[in-house]
């Protein structure tokens, strides 16, 4: 990746406008996972890219599954 790129993907991720609430929402961030505003508090997920949404539904759709089927 390169320098320029990676600083341009950093910007975004810092603007708040970017951010509603403790959600990351940026449709045009191709990153699936990203730094949350402060990097000491982890990463998140990026609910503008549709994998994110999708992945956490699955998630949520085995843990419910789980309960009715063991």
Do not use: C, H
């Not at 950093?10 to 949350?36: A, H, Q, T």
Request: proline share 6%.
């Amino acid at each position: 990746m390169k320098k320029l790129e990676k600083e341009f993907l950093e910007s975004m991720s810092k603007n708040p406008n970017n951010w509603k609430g403790i959600f990351y929402v940026n449709g045009n961030d191709p990153r699936l996972i990203v730094p949350k505003l402060n990097p000491l508090f982890g990463w998140t997920l990026n609910f503008g890219n549709k994998y994110a949404i999708i992945g956490l539904l699955l998630i949520l759709l085995i843990i419910v599954a789980s309960q009715y089927f063991i």
